[in-house]
């Protein structure tokens, strides 16, 4: 028995991979030969791997996947954030000595300044 063509259209609609990017939860869709291919989120441009295919169009596995791929980003997240807060940290104690030098000198200038004034009156008296 031939599927009608209407049949065939829809059994081949059927036959697409629903999920969403892990990263911005846009949903996406792909045809069922793409499964396990890398694909790019048209919204947030993340790199995404296309889950298994299931018959009910759904990938059960995905969303167990899609978590450790999303605790992975974060954890990776995590760690690029720490070693900023060490690096804003250390530039913070740089640029705290420096503050401190710096009144330093100017407070040797103004000595300076306070002496050349001092001598600059004491000869126009």
Not at 32 to 56: L, M
Not at 75 to 81: N, P
Not at 93 to 113: K, P, T
Request: proline content about 3%.
């Amino acid at each position: 028995m031939n599927q009608s063509t209407t049949e065939r259209a829809a059994s081949e609609a059927s036959d697409f991979i629903l999920f969403e990017c892990p990263t911005c939860g846009k949903s996406l869709e792909i045809d069922a030969r793409g499964a396990g291919y890398i694909v790019v989120c048209p919204d947030c441009k993340n790199e995404i791997q296309v889950p298994a295919w299931s018959a009910s169009g759904e990938a059960p596995e995905a969303n167990h996947d899609s978590a450790d791929r999303e605790r992975i980003q974060l954890e990776s997240m995590l760690e690029q954030l720490n070693a900023k807060i060490d690096r804003l940290e250390k530039a913070r104690q740089n640029d705290e000595h420096c503050f401190r030098r710096l009144a330093d000198e100017i407070e040797l200038i103004q000595a300076a300044l306070d002496r050349i004034t001092e001598i600059v009156a004491s000869r126009q008296a």
